[in-house]
């Protein structure tokens, strides 16, 4: 087999596979040609090695869905393998359709906090009123038999709508967090869904403990699924707890089980509530989703995995990084072109490539085009600061927040499950800041946060320095859609006909 007209590099925790150092050095002659130009392409995050080759391939060709890069630029593809997609897609059907205790706290949520909605231009009535969703509507939204793709679309217009000025909370005013809290709490455990979720976990919990009656096989098998997926934090505490003498675990009770998870519920209602009075939610469903996912499944759902690409980004410029490496064949002087495109969390890749050239002096330039980028703010922003006058032209193609709310990350058919993008899922559930939960971490793909008043004084002032840096001449930004891309899933923007033509036009020519 002949060489590829691309350069492919495979890496995992930031090191580059064994056996590519031929390319490397390869790379090193092409780029040490006079008049070189080398397009850099990062792909996104949860994405396997298959999938990212076939990115690649497609990308360096030609015809409507490649960049058409031509001859005259070296193309240079790094396929950094960060999670597969496709077991999370599976992992969360797989909770809505059989998980008993998801279904009974997502759905008891749901109804709960849409009936306790401040919502004025009603005339005084009262959000239950407006919004009956008993648990049987509920349920069938939750289930998607009915709009699959944006199933709380109502509510979310009617909160939009009654929001008014950002001044207003739109939680019922007359009470406390601490007191909805209180009052779901009771809801939840008369829930009849909750109640049986509690005793098939019970039932698996305390199977063949000493003395302990037999259960039904459909509820150990149930409950076994149940345990399985909840983290393993909160398995640790529902556990059977051991015996002093060591010779065994003493049962536990239902009424054990369900304090335990009641607590874990309420502790997701109140962060919902305080989402809702500042300003931090994604709306009614999407909101929710997160907050139970983040409490109970996080493993299951993906945090962790991010939590691992996001520290893969910077492993590849710490020691023995493959991003280090690639900084090594760059030729002295500063006459290379080089443009970097940087899909999805590709842009996390991309900031921490800029910190690294300005810690090596390097002294290339690199025109910057980002895809739907993933990357934090407050990264961005430590990149630019670093870094600004190492960056050239610089091109933001990304979709407005109306697309993004409704770009559900399973499918569109699946908005059923989660009715938002990959961004609005990193920025809700994914991101730690000092090694806690960051809920609504500003992300500078998501339009959501440009112009607000809500945010905290760091990240009002990361936005200010955002949005000053696109505010020069040589540098832009494009909401799909419009005359330069009309992509309208997070996924699309780097097999987008229109998207990749402009690209061209910007970075290739």
Known sequence: MGQKAYFEFLTAKGIADAGQEKELARLKAALAQPGAKMLLHLHGGLVDQQSGQERAARLAGTGDHAFNAGPDWTQVYIVWRTGAFEELKRNWEELLDKDKLYKAIVSKLISFTAQRLSLPSFEGRAAADVYPLDEDEVMERLLGRGDTREPFADVDT???????????????????????????????????????????????????????????????????????????????????????????????????????????????????????????????????????????????????????????????????????ELLGVLPAGTNLRISVTAHSAGAIWASHLLLAMTRDKVGHKIDLCLLAPAVRKDLFVEALLASSARIGRTHMFTMNDAFERRDAVLGHDKGYIYPSSLLYLVSGMFELRDKNAYVDAPLIGLQRFVGVSWLDPAETEAMAAVAQFFAQPDKAISYSKDAMTDADTHGGFDDNPLTLKSVKALFLS
């Open 158 to 324: 009617t909160i939009d709508q009654n929001r008014g000025n950002e001044t207003r909370a739109v939680m019922a005013p007359d009470k406390t967090s601490g007191e909805l809290v209180l009052e779901f709490g009771a809801y939840l455990a008369k829930d009849l869904l909750f109640q049986s979720a509690i005793a098939d976990i019970n039932a698996a919990a305390n199977d063949e403990i000493d003395g302990r009656s037999a259960e039904t096989d459909g509820a150990v098998a149930s409950g076994q699924g149940m345990l399985a997926r909840l983290d393993d934090e909160v398995t640790a505490e529902i556990e059977p707890a051991m015996i002093t003498d060591g010779k065994g675990k003493s049962a536990r009770g239902l009424v054990s089980f369900g304090i335990t998870l009641v607590r874990h519920a309420s502790a997701i209602a109140l962060r919902v509530f305080e989402r809702f009075r500042h300003h931090r939610d994604h709306g009614l469903h999407a909101t929710i989703v997160e907050e139970v996912c983040r409490e109970l499944y996080g493993d299951l759902i993906g945090s962790k995995v991010w939590s691992w690409m996001v520290r893969d980004a910077a492993l590849h410029f710490g020691p023995g990084g493959f991003g280090n």
